[in-house]
């Protein structure tokens, strides 16, 4: 290879030509069915039952019609809200706490606790959970749904802030406790400040987790409390699969969180990365 051929030290790579389609190849095994089900949610029932597929049509907007016609989607929309709010907060409020605590005292065998219980199948704490809340008359209502999404969001929390706490340079906390600070004084005023980017993600995570979250609300939910990931389910009988409602449904309940992901992308991507490099 010439010296002219080399790359420099310092260079910046502009992306031109094959290297640009790079990424797009990399993703587009995963838009691949987000654009499916937006191009299903735009055909008539006789078009979406053709096989093969039909892929020249006239465009309906139909089926959105019928999601907001068919079903009380304000009232899904506020559920989902008051419930991922809910969840989100009390994770945070119960997992940084306890991140803090693992990461500092090396407590690994809670850790591995959090762990088992988030690698643990939803459907396995279901039975136990809609007994618990029918005894104690809490089915159908915000505080059961709430604790139940905690089995997702709070490891979550846990474990990504566990990193950014052990990140977090003991000298700056034994600094604090000269000065008279106690050990919440330093979770509160040194570490947990320096752990934002951590946070701001976790949060964010821990939300959409809970937005998403179908099979706890379609059994523990009833009419006054169903969040939107239960419209989906109105479009499946015994009879058949409305295609294009259920899709249509679906793309209504995914705008809100593609919405939220594109407009705080820096945050997530910040927060995840943070701490990654040392020095």
Not at 132 to 146: E, H, K, P, S, W
Not at 150 to 170: A, K, T
Request: proline letters at 7%; glycine letters at 6%; aromatic letters at 10%.
């Amino acid at each position: 290879m010439s010296p002219d051929a080399a790359v420099k030290p310092g260079a910046r790579l502009d992306g031109t030509g094959p290297a640009r389609l790079l990424p797009w190849a990399a993703i587009a095994p995963l838009l691949l069915p987000f654009a499916w089900m937006l191009v299903t949610s735009l055909k008539t029932h006789a078009e979406n039952l053709n096989y093969p597929p039909t892929l020249i049509f006239q465009p309906t907007a139909q089926n959105y019609v019928e999601v907001f016609s068919e079903n009380p989607l304000t009232r899904y929309l506020v559920n989902s809200v008051i419930i991922g709010i809910g969840s989100t907060a009390l994770a945070l409020a119960l997992g940084t706490p306890a991140a803090y605590t693992i990461a500092r005292w090396r407590q690994r065998r809670l850790a591995l606790l959090l762990l088992t219980a988030r690698l643990m199948p939803g459907v396995a704490c279901l039975v136990p959970w809609y007994m618990v809340f029918r005894a104690i008359g809490l089915l159908d209502t915000y505080a059961a749904l709430i604790l139940t999404h905690l089995i997702v969001s709070l490891p979550i929390v846990v474990w990504l802030l566990i990193g950014f706490f052990e990140d977090v340079p003991q000298e700056l906390e034994d600094a604090g406790r000269i000065d008279g600070c106690s050990n919440w004084a330093c979770f509160r005023r040194i570490a947990l400040p320096l752990v934002r980017p951590g946070f701001v993600a976790a949060a964010i995570l821990a939300f959409i987790y809970s937005w998403n979250n179908f099979l706890f609300s379609l059994i523990l939910a009833g009419d006054r409390t169903a969040p939107l990931p239960v419209a989906v389910f109105s479009f499946i009988t015994y009879g058949m699969i409305n295609w294009g409602g259920l899709t249509a449904a679906a793309t209504v309940i995914l705008l809100p969180v593609i919405v939220l992901t594109l407009a705080i992308q820096r945050h997530i991507v910040r927060g995840l990365t943070a701490g990654a490099s040392k020095g």
